[in-house]
Each structure stands twice: as C-alpha cells, then as structure tokens.
C-alpha cells in the first residue's frame, strides 16, 4: 500500500502542450463562437473540492474502465459504456473514490508500451530522423552533456522500443520505495514524444472531477525553447496522440482540453535549482482552438507561487480539479512532498463535453541546442488516478508495430508504416473478442498533407476513405478514431489493410499507432 502525504493536484486537460520555441503558437486567446460552456458543475473562487497538505493512503491499482468512442453511430449501438460499482477502496491514489487508479506495482510485457499494461493504457510514440518518420534511435545515457540521465535507477545504454517502458522501484512522494513507470527516448535533435492513454473513460458531468498522479516534472533549466517537459491531455475521443502545435506536427484534438508544464518564463533557474510552472491551457473545439491561454493570464493566488521546484527522480504530486468551464491545479514541490499548493486556475473553458480520455505525455523538442543539455530524458509516473462513475473497461487489439531499421544507419528501429496508392499494406490485429459488443474504433496516428485520403479495410470488406481535416496552417502528424461497424470484424485474428488514395502527392506518407478498440455490454 502507498501512503500519501500531501494533497494532489486536480487537473483539467486536452488540448495540447506547447512545444516549439518561445514564440507563440499564432492562436491567440480567442473565445471562440459557438462554444458552450458553464453549464457542468462549477469550480467556487475559493477551489472547492481542492485540498491541500492531508495525508491520504493509496490502495491498489483497479480494474478501470473503457475507450475508444466512434465518431459516428456507425460502430454499433454506442452509447455509454457498461457501469460498474466502485471496485476501488477509499483512498486508493489518494482519492476519496477512485474509479480508476495505477500505482504501477507490476510489469505487464508484450506489447508496443513495453511493461505498461496495455488493458489499462494505450502507448504510442512519434520521432523521426532527417529522411524517416516513425523511428527511434538507441538511447543511452549521455555522460558528456548535462544533466545525464539514469533508466531504472542506472545509467544505460542502447534501449529500442518496446525495451524503453519500464516498471521497476523508485522513491515515492512520501520518500518510501514504489513501483513507478520509467519511460525514456532520445529526442534525435527535433521534436518528439510519447503518449500515454488511459482506456478508462474519465466522467465529469454536472460535476467538478479529480486527476492525479505522481511525476518528476522537471524540465531544461537552461532552456530558451528547448528541452524536455509534461503534459496532460484530455479529449472526447480515443485518437492517439493529441497535441497542440511542434515542427512536423500538428495532432489538434477534436474536443479537448491540455495543460502544458513547460516552464518558458521567469520562474528562478539554474544548475541546481530547476522550477516549473504551467506554462499553457488550450481547448479545442471541432478541431480549431477556442481558447488559448498563456502563463500570464491564468490566475494564480501568488504570482509567484505559480512557481514549483522540480528534480530529477523526485516526484512531484500533481491534482487538477476540472469542470466544463473551470479548471484548478494543485501541485507539491519535489522537496516539501506535504504540502500541496494551488499554482493555477484557469476559466471559462467553455467546453464541449464532459466525458473523455486522460493522456499522459512526455515531450521534447532538440534539448541539446539550449544549454548543452541531455537530448535523452526519463520521466518516472506513479499513482495515476481520478474518481467519478466506473465504466467497464473496453476489448484493445494492438497492430504490431513495424521492426524496420532506420536508413540513417544509426541502429534505430522503424516501427510506422510507409504507405503509398499503389497497394494496400496488410497487418494483423490478433485474438478479437466481439462477444457483447456494442461499437467498434479504428484508433491511430498519420503523417500525411492536408486533403489526403486514407484508404482502409477489414478482412477483404468495403474499403473506407478517410480525409484528413484541413485544419491549421500547415500539415503534419495527426490522431484519429474512426468507427468500424462491427460486421466487418469477425472473432480471432482480423486483417487490416491501409494504403492511400490515388494520386499520392506527397512520398513520406505514413501510419502507425494503429489499434482497435471494441466496447461491450459487460
């Protein structure tokens, strides 16, 4: 059992952290036409439901809950999924009633998020070399550049996915020994990131909701645009990989709300002392920013307070109190584990749903231009939780991902797939289970222009099409969910086969992430 001695940190999330340099992304803080918001539960001045400095204790892990809701009615009968009762002791993660909690106390391996446990999470990675997307290069600790990092409490050398997702001891927030999840890349001198998901949908409607979890969110002190950060994310759908605006990419979610904690301003830095702060909240809306709010205009009880310092392998413990319209964030500072301090509050949000998905993320963008720092970054996550209605856990099918080398020739591992208009590419998704089921998502991530089509189909059936939006300024990589209807799969392993539309504009088009997910009546 994990003790809790401080009060977390509530949190509200989806659209996307900033990553780029220090200049504005080119959204500004726009209320968008057309956006509902205010009429879910609302947040009091006073943060009401946000406590701070109590001990709480943490229970075991549950069972949790589901994903990948379509787009359409098309996937089945939709609808909410399956609820449970509570399946979780009070206190679980610190929580008063978790409907979902993650302490990470055990290694589930074989699949694309290494030791993760893929029925409760869903992993996906994006970094690419000059001339080839979707790859990843060895990581190993880097000893000539600041701030080297350790994997699992040593220095390493040479991991490759899946081998960079970790579950072994680390000390907690309350200074004890715990499982935690280690996860770590090599950010091959541009932007790159990892991407936790979890299954289990997260409820707030007609009420304010609680997320937590434990992470040494530090980030390059150093930095003037460059470094490595966290985000949190939160969106109505299950696409992998929401984000907000980076060199080669551009993943807008449908509807969501995201938190970046990227520092970028004048919170006291140097060698020794690192802070963070919440640097940025973005909400989406139809797949267009509605608002977008930097450091200096959300509120803060303490300007600076807003402030919290951060360490290397010593966790932060983060809460955000989130409600269609408002948002808190409380966090403890990585050396006074205690106490919990309110950092930020942010409205009207003026969201468009009040159900949705929780992504954790770890991002970098060329770290070692700015400091002459580490380019090769672990984060370790602990006690990942949130409360509300327990919802049945969805049925995921992972494609494998590819095992190509890099063409650069630097030992990587090539783990998207290349796809042209001539053919279709053919993967399997092993071991499907329709039993019960109500709807069906095809969930993955694509680079490709603006106006392109995927084409895509399931066991020889009708072939779909695709278009990718035309949203942003520019292309890039992207996330989507798209409804499967449930006659095109069979029970055991399907067939999935992707190609491009005809004419094939653009020859560094890919997929990759790819999964399925399949809600059930029970």
């Known amino acids: ?11 509200v999330l989806s659209a996307a952290a900033y990553a780029c340099s220090g200049t504005s992304p080119g959204a500004a803080n726009n209320p968008g036409a057309g956006a509902s918001g205010g009429s879910g539960a609302t947040g009091g001045s006073d943060g009401s439901g946000a ?37 979780l002791p009070p206190g679980s993660c610190g929580l008063d009633q978790a409907a979902f909690c993650e302490e990470f106390e055990s290694s589930h391996p074989g699949g694309r998020g290494g030791q ?17 997307f979707f790859v990843r290069i060895p990581s190993s600790t880097e000893d000539d550049m600041l701030f080297p990092s350790s994997f699992c409490g040593q220095p390493f050398s040479g991991l490759l996915p899946p081998d960079d997702v970790q579950v072994c001891d680390g000390v907690g927030v309350d200074g004890q020994m715990s499982g935690q999840l280690n996860e770590v890349f090599d950010d091959q001198g541009d932007f790159a990131f990892n991407s936790m998901r979890v299954r289990q949908m997260f409820d707030f409607t007609d009420r304010t909701g609680t997320i937590v979890f434990d992470v040494d969110a530090k980030i390059n002190p150093l930095n003037v645009g460059h470094g490595w950060w966290i985000e949190l994310f939160i969106t109505d759908d299950a696409a992998p990989m929401p984000y907000h605006e980076a060199p080669g990419v551009l993943a807008y979610p449908r509807n969501g709300l995201g938190f970046a904690m990227q520092g970028f301003s004048d919170c006291p830095q140097n060698e020794t002392l ?52 408002r948002a808190e964030i409380w966090v403890t500072d990585s050396d006074t584990p205690t106490v919990s301090r309110r950092v930020a509050q942010i409205e009207p949000l003026d969201l468009n749903f ?23 970054q672990t984060y370790r996550w602990d006690n990942v939780g949130f409360d509300g209605p327990t919802y049945a856990l969805p049925r ?36 499907v289970d329709l039993s019960g089921a109500t709807q069906a ?4 991530t694509i680079l490709s222009n603006t106006g392109r089509a995927l084409e895509y189909r399931f066991n ?63």
């Open 1 to 11: 059992m994990k003790k809790f001695c401080g009060s977390v940190f509530v949190l």
């Open 441 to 444: 998502t095809f969930d993955f």
């Open 116 to 132: 993760i446990d893929e029925k409760k999470w869903s992993f996906a990675r994006w970094g690419h070399e000059t001339r080839q």
């Open 274 to 325: 690192w802070n963070n702060e919440v640097n940025r909240v973005f909400v989406t809306k139809d797949y267009e920013i509605i608002h977008d709010y930097p450091a200096w205009e959300l509120q803060h009880d303490d300007y600076e307070g807003r402030c919290f310092k951060t360490a290397d392998r010593q966790l932060n413990r983060f809460k955000f109190l989130i409600n269609k319209n």
């Open 396 to 431: 995921s099918h992972e494609v494998e991902d590819n095992n190509g080398t890099d063409i650069d020739g630097l030992g990587g591992r090539f783990y998207g797939y290349q796809l042209t208009d001539q053919e279709f590419t053919s993967v399997q998704l092993k071991g």
């Open 460 to 522: 020889g059936g009708p072939t779909h099409s695709y278009m990718i939006p035309t949203y942003g300024m520019r292309d890039g990589l992207r996330g989507f969910s798209l409804p499967i209807p449930l006659e095109e799969l069979v029970d055991g392993d399907n067939t999935l086969e992707v190609k491009m539309a005809v004419p094939q504009t653009y020859p560094f088009e890919y997929v990759a992430n790819m999964e399925i997910t399949v809600e059930a009546r029970e």
């Open 354 to 376: 009040t159900r949705g998905y929780i992504h954790l993320q770890h991002a970098h963008y060329n770290a070692r231009k700015d400091g002459g720092v580490t380019g090769v």
């Open 51 to 87: 406590t701070g400095g109590s001990d709480a204790t943490g229970g075991k892990g549950g069972t949790g809950g589901t994903g990948g809701s379509a787009i359409s009615g098309t996937g089945g009968t939709g609808g909410l999924p399956h609820e449970l009762p509570p399946p």
